[in-house]
């Protein structure tokens, strides 16, 4: 697990230190779309309730919450949109 962590943090580590707060949120709710956990339950599981409480205390402060849920029919609607128009190769995705 840990091996699986490093290799991991050497490939995403950068980009996600350049995410602005709100890129950071989204991405938050996106990886309750995709997975079906939130970041919080994610990091519970992975990590240990110390780990999750600390994170969650961690973005709390920043103005976020690693419980976020992903609403497709709410507020996400317009993210949901976006992400099947990608998923079926109607807008393509640009990478800096």
Do not use: H, P
């Not at 993210?79 to 990608?86: D, G, P, S, V």
């Amino acid at each position: 697990m840990k091996k699986r962590e490093d290799e991991m943090k050497a490939r995403f580590d950068a980009e996600l230190k350049k995410l602005t707060m709100t890129q950071g949120r989204i991405l938050i709710k996106l990886i309750d779309r995709e997975t079906g956990n939130t970041s919080y339950t994610l990091v519970k599981e992975l990590r240990g309730n110390l780990s999750a409480f600390y994170w969650q205390g961690l973005a709390k402060l920043f103005g976020s919450n690693l419980k976020t849920e992903f609403d497709a029919q709410g507020e996400d609607a317009a993210i949901e949109q976006i992400c099947r128009a990608i998923e079926r190769g109607e807008l393509q995705v640009v990478k800096k």
